[in-house]
């Protein structure tokens, strides 16, 4: 099974190293616009490969998409100085529709898997679920995957407990408005609200630190990677080895927990068909509450951003009207091809 990475920035390589040392995927393609930084990373890789696993490591260009049985979309664009959170989403929400151009051009095979990985990721995730051309199943965002592990590592930190032992879920939005479920977390099968240790105080902490845990990082060393390369292998292994895991990454909503036609995240079964199922747990007001909250807030940017799109897209169309964009992409301003190196996640 082929596995491309489009972005070989830190997010991209990360995710390729988690996937050499799974060892599950037979081949790992990664893609950037620098083709030497891409080579470099894969030259690095391969040079570890005889302590792993026996796959195919190579860097390439997005022609790769044709033959790959996932892809992975990692690239992203830093918010400038004094930039707001809109203005980066719409460079961003550009680059991404140009970069999903260029691979639909390539060409996606009819059984592959889109993972979008590249913030506002429940966004993008949905914008690709309408233009990529891939059944809506087939098109995950990572969501609150990263969250959720940071949210049960946190947990298992303050509660003095073997990290595997925790399982807790954040859902919704990754971002401002994620909700985190203590209605179902447990350690060991308890109940996380009966461990020793636990309180409102801690609670109310935790927390906290799962939402910051983001910039916190970005702030110490630029960029989260090691974590966000093993959420993303979990997702891709669970995919290519249908495994069902129950992950909380984000889809197109239909209708659980009374959300519709958005992507974020609700507890997914995630298998060889992609979105298996989505489960809508039994969840306390306050937590059903918070997911619809999130839907409201993805449902403004969403709108906000076709809007954007749709209004540039006109003026290309528009006789007279000279619009500079890179060649074959439909309603992107035109971005330079370093740009999409140095991918993100926040």
Not at 256 to 263: A, I, K, N, S
Not at 288 to 307: F, M, N, P, W, Y
Request: aromatic residues 4%.
């Amino acid at each position: 099974m082929k596995v491309s990475i489009i972005g070989g920035g830190l997010v991209g390589s990360m995710t390729a190293f988690a996937l050499q040392t799974g060892g599950i995927a037979s081949q790992i393609c990664l893609i950037d616009a620098n083709k030497d930084s891409a080579l470099g990373q894969a030259t690095d890789l391969l040079h570890g490969s005889c302590l792993t696993a026996d796959q195919h490591i190579s860097a390439g260009d997005i022609g790769e998409v044709a033959t790959s049985d996932v892809v992975v979309i990692t690239a992203g664009l830093r918010r400038k100085p004094e930039e707001s959170r809109l203005d980066l989403i719409n460079r961003n929400v550009d680059l991404f529709l140009g970069l999903l151009e260029q691979a639909k051009t390539a060409g996606f095979k009819e059984d592959s898997y889109l993972v979008v990985v590249s913030n506002p990721v429940d966004v993008l995730t949905y914008l690709a679920v309408h233009r990529a051309g891939l059944p809506w199943q087939r098109v995950l965002g990572l969501g609150t995957q990263l969250d959720t592990v940071r949210f049960r590592s946190y947990l298992a930190r303050r509660l003095k407990v073997p990290p595997t032992q925790v399982q807790a879920m954040i859902l919704g939005e990754h971002g401002d408005s994620m909700v985190p479920i203590w209605s179902s977390a447990t350690v060991a099968g308890l109940p996380i609200e009966q461990f020793p240790g636990f309180s409102p105080t801690m609670q109310k902490e935790v927390f906290e630190e799962t939402k910051t845990a983001g910039a916190t990082v970005i702030k110490l060393k630029g960029g989260s990677g090691f974590a966000v390369g093993l959420s993303i292998a979990e997702v891709v292994h669970s995919l290519l080895l249908d495994s069902r895991k129950i992950l909380p990454v984000s889809s197109l909503q239909n209708g659980l927990y009374d959300v519709r036609d958005v992507c974020l995240s609700v507890p997914t079964v995630v298998g060889n068909t992609g979105v298996r199922q989505q489960l809508e747990l039994a969840l306390t007001p306050k937590e059903r509450l918070g997911i619809t909250q999130s839907a409201k807030v993805l449902r403004e940017i969403i709108d906000q951003v076709e809007k954007r799109v749709g209004q540039v897209r006109s003026q290309r169309e528009m006789p007279g009207k000279t619009t500079v964009s890179r060649p074959g992409v439909a309603g992107a301003r035109a971005i330079p091809r370093t740009a999409w190196q140095a991918s993100r996640v926040g």
